[in-house]
Every structure is written in C-alpha cells, then in structure tokens.
C-alpha cells in the first residue's frame, strides 16, 4: 500500500508564476495575486462553510476578472441569490417568470451534436436528479427523440437540428398522447415529472446570454427536488457546446467563466467534469464553490490549478487537509475571510480582500 503524501507547507511568496512581485493578476488578499492564464489552467475550487467569507470571496473575483480580461463573459448559477453583482443581467427563475431554460437545445457540433444526443443527455439528466429508474429514463429517451420529430429535427438530417427545439411542454403532451393511447408507463413517468412539469420553468422562453455578466437567481427552485440541478447542467451544457463550436483559442487568455457558488446541486455532473478537463483550450473555465469537502469531485479538484480555503467546520478539517494539502492546524485555525490558497504548486496563507472593499 503506497504512503499518504506528507503535508504540504506554505512556500515564501518566491515562485515565478504567482510571486509577490506580480501584481498582473486579481488582488484575491494581502500580496496574493490570480491570474489564471499564467496557471496550467482557469479553474478554481473554493472550500468555505457558512460565514468563511466565501461568498464576499466569489463576488470579488467575478468583480475583478473583467479588469483582468476585458473582453470576459461571466455567467454566474445563484443557488441561494446572493451573488448580486454592479452590472449584471439577472434572470431570476421561478414559477412567476417570464424566462426559463431549455434543456433540448440542441448541440450543432456535427461530430458530436444532434437531436438522438440531446435526447440521450438529458434524459440521462433526469435520471439523476429525479432519481428515476432505467425503464422511465427509457421512455423519456424515446419520448424526446418523438418531440424533435415533431418539430420536424432529424438527427440523419443536419439541415433541420436549426428548427425551433421543442421544450419540456412537448414533452408533457408527447406523454399525454401516449397515456391516451393506452401507454401506462407514460401515467407513471408523468406522476414523476409532475412537479418539474408544473413549474414550467423548462417551457419558457430562454433568455440570451449574451452580455458581459449573466446571473441566474435559482434560488427559488431549491422548493423543487431536482429543478436547480437540471438548471444548472443546462446551463454547464449548453456553455460547453457553444465553446467548443468556437473552437480552440489562441494563448490562455479565457473567454468565459462560469461561476457555481453551491457544486453540491451538480456534484455527479459529467458536463462540470468534462469542462474541467477539457474546456481550458476552448476558453471556458469554472470556478466552483462548496461548503463541504465531499460535493467537489476528485476530477473537478485534480483538474483546478486555483484550490482555495477558507473556514470550515472542524469535522471536515482533517479531510479538507488531505484532499487540499495543507496543515492541519493552519486550517483549523482559520477565521473569518482567512484563506489558504494553492496555486498550481505553490501555496498561501492570506487575508481575503472582500467584494464590498471593491466597490
């Protein structure tokens, strides 16, 4: 059996990517500067319970990456609506907006896109945040690719993935039809979908994103087991689609961040993994943020160069110095808006700036 790794120590502040002396990046505290493009890739994992400072923590970087890279989008998933930031687009989703997401767009990669593919991930989706069997994960499958035929979408003819997707209204009717025809299972899958049927969010029409700073308020649909999950992978799939159509960029100057302040909603997500693996040379890196230690994935932590602490409750602080590498006892010892941060290989221990000194 192979041995723990030792402890990692803080290094002085000497290392030539992320030294004192480079003040080319975002002042995340005292002498502590980020800049991800000088980092082997954009992502970023912050730790912190209630009250750390993590949220202050979140609201000062999306403040400052525009400084950093001016011509950044950043599309910020609000679980708990209070990421509000100075110039924001906010759409807030609920039961009363006129706005919502729709998981059946469709990717337009040739290679990898198409209607059978959509229909395949979303209902993939579903499974996991309604917790639904193989047989109804079956069902809703083929109901989707029935929805696209309707719309006229064919996957064999590419010409036609462009045509107005249909949204889970179709798919509320395409189940009815079939309930009608003497489909059972059909009954069945509706008494599970109903309360993300009823809350329409997933019929409505989706707003663009188009701006510099996108928040979405998903705070209301935490009333609904599964809503903000499947929000929130419509959203991390629908950015890595655009992205990768986009194609590689040029250096390691990103062109967008997309910021989670609550992993927990998508901690099994495959889209939040393959964005942190592969998204850096399409431009798009995550910054994901958890109170605890177990709702970041290994992959999700392995693959962020940035790995933040700050406070955390005292049962997670031998886990959280396993898994981070840093002293037990510095974390601990943590107060308020006091961090540990590591860098590639190089590690801090700062004050954090918080967003309402920024403003």
Known sequence: MSKPL?????????????????????????????????????????????????????KAIAHELPSLFPDIKIVVADFHGDLKLPNEVCYALNAESPYGLNPLVIDLDPKGGGPDLQAIAVSSILR??????????????????????????????????????PNF???????????????KNSEKLLVKLAATLKYGIFSKTQPSINFPLVRFDLSALSKVPGLSAIAAETLLKQLLDSHKLMGEIDGRVPRCYVILDEVKEVKSSNTLERITSEARKFGLGVIVASQMDSDISNTVLANSS???VLGVDQVEVTK???????????????QPLEALIRMDNDGFHTKIKPFYQRV
């Open 6 to 58: 030792p402890a990692a120590t803080l290094k002085p502040n000497q290392s030539k990517k992320t030294s004192v002396t480079d003040t080319s990046g975002i002042l995340l505290g005292d002498k502590v500067y980020w800049n991800p493009a000088k980092l082997r890739n954009g992502h970023a994992a912050i730790l912190g319970t209630s009250g750390s400072g993590k949220t202050q923590t979140l």
């Open 128 to 165: 996991k945040s309604l917790k639904m069997g193989e047989n109804q994960q079956g069902l809703t499958l083929n109901a989707f690719i029935s929805c696209y035929e309707n719309r006229g979408i064919f996957q064999k003819d590419q010409s036609t993935w462009k045509n107005v997707p």
């Open 169 to 183: 209204a179709d798919l509320e009717a395409e189940l009815q039809s079939r309930l009608e025809g003497g489909c």
């Open 320 to 334: 959280v110095a396993r898994r981070f590498r840093f002293a037990v006892n510095l974390i601990a010892n943590l």
């Open 306 to 308: 940035t790995k933040m």
